[in-house]
């Protein structure tokens, strides 16, 4: 059924997806998403707008939220490598606190679907890599949250032997620890 795989992740809400590739001598094609599928497995979601990001190794981008105007999250890379996390930030879920990482790259080509309610950032491992996400709700400055990416509470386990330094926006740098977010 389908062009790819949709696995729940370890968490409620998250789920790893692996395209089928379909490769010859000419490249590949595969599909990146399909409505019909991803209602298969239960997911009803309309994507409102696409991000991409490129960044240099060692660039740690997050772990961002939006409280009042949550977004899920599809997430894939299409040139390097990542580490993509969420974090769960839902106060009265039984796994608030909790993450799930995974490595995403142009040569795994899976992607992170990561509903509302988390927390979400990445780890560039490759010397660039370029990012690509859809959301579900558009992007509100004003409703920007986060939590500091290496709050011991959470105690990520990043893999930061692939990269010489983190290199953090000064936005990032100083949010807050988890227990001190605006979580929901």
């Given at each position: 059924?389908?062009?790819?795989?949709?696995?729940?992740?370890?968490?409620?809400?998250?789920?790893?997806?692996?395209?089928?590739?379909?490769?010859?001598?000419?490249?590949?094609?595969?599909?990146?998403?399909?409505?019909?599928?991803?209602?298969?497995?239960?997911?009803?979601?309309?994507?409102?707008?696409?991000?991409?990001?490129?960044?240099?190794?060692?660039?740690?981008?997050?772990?961002?939220?939006?409280?009042?105007?949550?977004?899920?999250?599809?997430?894939?890379?299409?040139?390097?490598?990542?580490f993509?996390?969420?974090?769960?930030?839902?106060?009265?879920?039984?796994?608030?606190?909790?993450?799930?990482?995974?490595?995403?790259?142009?040569?795994n080509?899976?992607?992170?679907?990561?509903?509302?309610?988390?927390?979400?950032?990445?780890?560039?491992?490759?010397?660039?890599?370029?990012?690509?996400?859809?959301?579900n709700?558009?992007?509100?400055?004003?409703?920007?949250?986060?939590v500091?990416?290496?709050?011991?509470?959470?105690?990520?386990?990043?893999?930061?032997?692939?990269?010489?330094e983190?290199?953090?926006?000064?936005?990032?740098?100083?949010?807050?620890?988890?227990k001190?977010?605006?979580?929901?």
């Open positions: 059924m389908g062009h790819f795989s949709i696995i729940k992740g370890t968490i409620k809400g998250l789920y790893v997806i692996e395209p089928k590739v379909f490769e010859d001598e000419r490249g590949y094609f595969m599909e990146t998403y399909s409505v019909r599928d991803f209602e298969s497995h239960g997911i009803k979601m309309e994507f409102v707008q696409d991000n991409q990001s490129k960044s240099q190794r060692g660039v740690l981008r997050g772990l961002h939220f939006q409280k009042n105007y949550p977004q899920a999250k599809l997430v894939r890379v299409l040139r390097g490598e990542i993509d996390v969420a974090v769960d930030v839902r106060k009265n879920s039984p796994t608030f606190g909790k993450w799930q990482g995974v490595y995403l790259s142009e040569w080509r899976k992607q992170f679907l990561i509903s509302e309610g988390f927390a979400h950032g990445f780890l560039t491992l490759s010397d660039e890599a370029e990012v690509l996400y859809k959301c709700e558009y992007y509100h400055p004003e409703d920007d949250e986060g500091i990416w290496n709050d011991i509470a959470i105690a990520i386990d990043w893999p930061l032997d692939k990269v010489r983190v290199i953090l926006s000064e936005k990032d740098g100083k949010l807050p620890k988890l001190d977010a605006l979580v929901f």
